[in-house]
T-cell receptor, first 116, second 114 residues
Framework: AQSVAQPEDQVNVAEGNPLTVKCTYSVSGNPYLFWYVQYPNRGLQFLLKYITGDNLVKGSYGFEAEFNKSQTSFHLKKPSALVSDSALYFCAVSPRSGAGSYQLTFGKGTKLSVIP | NAGVTQTPKFQVLKTGQSMTLQCAQDMNHNSMYWYRQDPGMGLRLIYYSASEGTTDKGEVPNGYNVSRLNKREFSLRLESAAPSQTSVYFC?????????????FGSGTRLTVV
């Protein structure tokens, strides 16, 4: 079965500094990978996804993520953090085929706090 | 606006009571899902419906039942609520199963069982 690890429960970063939210995954075969963001009392919103092709994926609000197959990682990054980026971030994975390909499996989430 | 609509937004139940959480999407998506979100545990899949007329168990189905009423609607029923079912419940939809399609989420139902 597939799994996702987000090793940091919370990440604090100063406004204007670069941010990284870490994600590693385990899946049979090649993965589909996603990042979602959740603002307080809201549902999850799609940020970006890796399907195939370029390992650097660009998404909404200036976020990007790099797929690293050898390290089984898909870290979320942004060059300059904004206070409005403060939210809960979820990484998710799905295998391309076979068991479990019907669903996304989510990590436990990382709370990002951007300090003014 | 197009999207996934969940009702109610908040609910308090007494142990043993039953209730149904409603979910409807207007994006003509084939697949729908019910997740629960608990602190420190992320989102866990309860049930899903790959297409109209089919439903399957996810990771944590015990204590729940679902109905795919039509292509738009997918309801989650708690027959006899327990305090362990206190959670935030999210409905989601996607064009189809198969992980290359992202999900669209509803805004959630916050359920407290006392």
């Amino acid at each position: 079965a597939q799994s996702v690890a987000q090793p940091e429960d919370q990440v604090n970063v100063a406004e204007g500094n670069p941010l990284t939210v870490k994600c590693t995954y385990s899946v049979s075969g090649n993965p589909y990978l996603f990042w979602y963001v959740q603002y307080p009392n809201r549902g999850l919103q799609f940020l970006l996804k890796y399907i195939t092709g370029d390992n650097l994926v660009k998404g909404s609000y200036g976020f990007e993520a790099e797929f690293n197959k050898s390290q089984t990682s898909f870290h979320l990054k942004k060059p300059s953090a904004l206070v409005s980026d403060s939210a809960l971030y979820f990484c998710a994975v799905s295998p391309r085929s076979g068991a479990g390909s019907y669903q996304l499996t989510f990590g436990k989430g990382t709370k990002l706090s951007v300090i003014p | 606006n197009a999207g996934v609509t969940q009702t109610p937004k908040f609910q308090v139940l007494k142990t043993g009571q039953s209730m149904t959480l409603q979910c409807a999407q207007d994006m003509n998506h084939n697949s729908m899902y019910w997740y629960r979100q608990d602190p420190g545990m992320g989102l866990r899949l309860i049930y899903y419906s790959a297409s109209e007329g089919t439903t399957d168990k996810g990771e944590v189905p015990n204590g729940y039942n679902v109905s795919r009423l039509n292509k738009r609607e997918f309801s989650l029923r708690l027959e006899s609520a327990a305090p362990s079912q206190t959670s935030v419940y999210f409905c989601a939809s996607s064009a189809r199963t198969g992980g290359d399609y992202g999900y669209t989420f509803g805004s959630g139902t916050r359920l407290t069982v006392v």
